[in-house]
């Protein structure tokens, strides 16, 4: 584990964190996502949850589809 994954406040701490058996979970490498907070009724989230396993997968991929069809890139 590279040293700069660690929060700097822990690592005082970091002997006695890894003695009682800490696991600290890999820091997210960059990928050209971002998290987003989106606020949507209630009953739009229902509907889309109802849809089943991977409906966050899917919403995207309309955005993206819309994205490609309707915002203009600006390619000339």
Partial sequence: MKL???GRGLLPFLPLLVG???KFAPIDQPTGEQRVTLRLDHDV???LRSSGKGWQTRVYGALRDWLDKSW???DA
């Fill in 45 to 47: 989230v229902e509907a």
């Fill in 20 to 22: 009682v058996g800490l």
């Fill in 4 to 6: 700069g994954t660690i």
């Fill in 72 to 74: 203009p890139r600006g």
